[in-house]
């Protein structure tokens, strides 16, 4: 006890610098793809138990009961998923296609050397990433036409259209982000490097720095894929026939019970929760094998 009483005073007494441990928290993501991939897999049979269980309750209010709403909701799944469910997911694919191209090209703006490029993709980055999607999608419906006349002839613009080049402002503007920050974070020796044996920009940045992007590009960019996907709900309120635009209807083809409400709106969240989870799985796998190992 003694002798460990004097080593105790002796390492206390020592002037010697000493470099004390230090902890890194780890960080914390606030994306939708870690929230939904952090869910364990029983969440969609506990989003579907209330479905189960609410059939067996008491509706003695009208003669429609929650078996019928049932019965209504399993005669419209067909037209819903191959009509409703499967026209969002081409709205989303459609709308992520276009804003990741015009993201990368915007993106590579904001990091010219020309100041009033570099100036414009910026500002442009920053209006649409801020601005409330719905918002965006109002100003597009209202300021793009409804059809346009080229050399007589009539071309008709649908609503979905409208909703495509709406939703992908937004996802060009987040795109934008996760091209410069990727083309940022590439050690700048590299560029040096590249530099000093002539290469020139265009040259370090297509063979050297963007193809060690994309491996970190892939993550992010199919975390923003699972935002749009639920986001694309909102062009019912641009008339676009899609899941919840087609459920109202068949609700209303079928008197418009309130028991109609939970099947109906049930079904559409199930289709986005199987559709989105085993894409946020992938995300944070991709994220782990891709990460920069320090």
């Not at 002037?15 to 869910?39: C, E, G, R, T």
């Not at 709308?95 to 191209?101: C, I, K, N």
Request: proline share 8%; glycine share 4%.
């Amino acid at each position: 006890m003694a002798s460990r009483r004097a080593h105790s005073i002796h390492r206390i007494q020592t002037d010697l610098p000493v470099l004390k441990p230090f902890y890194v928290p780890p960080p914390a993501y606030a994306s939708a793809s870690h929230w939904l991939a952090n869910l364990p897999p029983y969440t969609g049979i506990l989003l579907f138990l209330p479905l189960l269980i609410w059939p067996f309750a008491s509706h003695a209010a009208g003669e429609f009961t929650m078996f019928n709403a049932f019965e209504a909701l399993f005669n419209w799944i067909p037209f819903l998923f191959t009509s409703g469910f499967l026209f969002n997911v081409l709205i989303s694919l459609f709308s992520m296609l276009f804003g990741t191209l015009a993201g990368a090209v915007l993106g590579l703006g904001q990091i010219s050397k020309i100041s009033p490029v570099r100036r414009t993709s910026w500002f442009l980055t920053q209006l649409f990433r801020n601005s409330p999607w719905l918002v965006i999608l109002f100003i597009v419906l209202l300021a793009l036409p409804f059809e346009f006349v080229i050399f007589g002839v009539i071309i008709a613009v649908p609503d979905w259209m409208k909703a495509v080049f709406g939703l992908s402002l937004p996802i060009m503007a987040n795109i934008s982000e996760i091209v410069r920050g990727a083309v940022l974070s590439v050690p700048t020796a590299q560029w040096e490097a590249a530099e000093s044996l002539a290469f020139s920009r265009q040259q370090i940045l297509w063979r050297i720095i963007l193809p060690q992007c994309f491996k970190r590009m892939i993550p992010p960019w199919m975390n923003w894929y699972a935002i749009l996907t639920m986001a694309t709900p909102l062009c019912s309120l641009l008339g676009v026939e899609e899941i919840i635009t087609l459920s109202r209807q068949a609700m209303e083809a079928e008197n418009n019970h309130p028991e109609l409400l939970v099947p109906f709106y049930s079904f559409a969240l199930g289709m986005f929760f199987l559709y989105c989870y085993p894409i946020a799985r992938l995300t944070i796998r991709l994220e782990r094998k891709y990460a920069v190992k320090l």
